[in-house]
DNA sequence: CCTGATGTAACTGTAGCAGTTACGACAGGC
DNA sequence: GCCTGTCGTAACTGCTACAGTTACATCAGG
């Protein structure tokens, strides 16, 4: 399927931020973060703009500006991370309409969707356990 | 995120050809799964070739040719039906090798690998709790 | 006012999915 | 031995999304 990046690169954004702060930094910048993940600015502009939305970050503009958590690392987990970047369902149902005349053709999104909602509900819970902190801890135990 | 179909329209095909086998039909075409699927047989063939691949099909070639379930339809689970049509992983790590100088750039793809593949594993544990069979019951359940 | 950073718009390149046409390969029936 | 119907597959198009880049307006502190 179509794999991107965007949890990896938004996690990777906040693990940066929490060691930055960690190190006594009050805020960090885009170009800062940029340069760790290796990518460009506007890039990680965009995905904390999102981050940002569902009040896991706050930014500062003008002079001296940046990013901060806006809650503690322990407390925020993958599972938002991921809800914040990837609004839309894992498993997309029919392209067109089936044919509603055929059995299968009518009850079959019915019957799918369920089994689509648990599943990502399985994966959600699965993210839920891991914190950015825990990112952090673990990244900085890779020898 | 680039959520695709694949697994829908191979969860229609394999319910199709197996409620096509309880109504006495001995194979089933792609041109009738593709009429009920409401898309074109060439799709539906590239599918099931897939999943022939994977041992969940068998089609036979000639006059009088068509597909049918190589195993009986209850033991064949949307697990392995994910695992058929879709190779990919669900998340990908960085796009570009992260700044390895940076002690977040340098772990953070050992931290986040078995993270990933734990939520991929409890996707697909909630995918095996539903069968094709499960898939044709509840379809035809539906009002 | 100057500076440095955010906030966006706009565009490009790349990749995958879905759809379509076309045609070769195959096997059974006549 | 040819006809027919279906699989098997290549090739192409249109569409969408992600990642990357440039450019520029906006903002706030010194």
Redesign the pocket.
Same mark, same amino acid.
């Given at each position: 399927? =179509?794999a &991107? %990046? !965007?949890l990896t @690169?938004a996690a990777h954004a906040l693990a940066w931020i929490e060691l930055n702060r960690r190190m006594g930094g009050e805020v #960090? $910048? %885009?170009?800062q973060i940029a340069n760790s993940v &290796? $990518? &460009? /600015?506007? @890039?990680i502009?965009?995905l904390?703009?999102e981050l940002?939305e569902a009040g896991l970050v706050e %930014? !500062? !503009?003008? #002079? =001296? /500006?940046?990013?901060r958590l806006a809650r503690p690392a322990e407390s925020i987990s993958l599972a938002e991370v991921y809800r914040a970047v990837?609004e /839309?369902p894992l498993f #997309?149902l029919h392209? #067109?309409e089936p044919n509603q005349e055929c059995p299968v053709g009518h009850g079959i999104r019915s019957a799918l969707a369920p089994v689509y909602g648990d599943a990502e509900e399985a994966l959600r819970a699965q993210l839920a356990r891991t914190s950015v902190a825990d990112v952090v801890r673990d990244s900085l135990a890779v020898p």
């Open positions: 399927m =179509g &991107n %990046s !965007r @690169v #960090a $910048t %885009s170009e &290796n $990518t &460009n /600015a506007v @890039v502009r965009r904390l703009g940002r %930014s !500062r !503009r003008g #002079a =001296g /500006a940046g990013w990837e /839309a #997309a392209p #067109a």
